[in-house]
Nanobody, 111 residues
């Protein structure tokens, strides 16, 4: 089965950092782009970052310069390093590929 499992969420103060992980299984990970969405309560889902199979990266304006996406194909894992976190970054963060979505991990940033 295709699976994407997020981890690394939690509660952090504004200005702090978290690193999210997305562990993939059940498909040829090397060949797929992997991305991150987030959804805050009462708001639309927002695509924030994506990394292609050959390492090209995309960031939304809302996270550019603060978040870094990377992938480790040996571990079938994509990471999202989140620095300088703001209260408006509070959301459930989901990783996805064209094949599947993860279950999400909660990130809460206190002011």
């Amino acid at each position: 089965d295709v699976q994407l499992v997020e981890s690394g969420g939690g509660l952090v103060q504004a200005g702090g950092s978290l690193r999210l992980s997305c562990a993939a299984s059940g498909f040829n990970f090397d060949s797929y782009a992997i991305g991150w969405y987030r959804q805050a309560p009462g708001k639309q889902r927002e695509g924030i970052s994506c990394i292609s199979s050959d390492g090209h990266r995309y960031y939304s304006d809302s996270v550019k310069g603060r978040f870094t996406i990377s992938r480790d194909n040996a571990k079938n894992t994509v990471y999202l390093q989140m620095n300088s976190l703001k209260p408006e970054d509070t959301a459930v963060y989901y990783c996805y590929s064209s094949l599947s979505w993860g279950q999400g991990t909660q990130v809460t940033v206190s002011s």
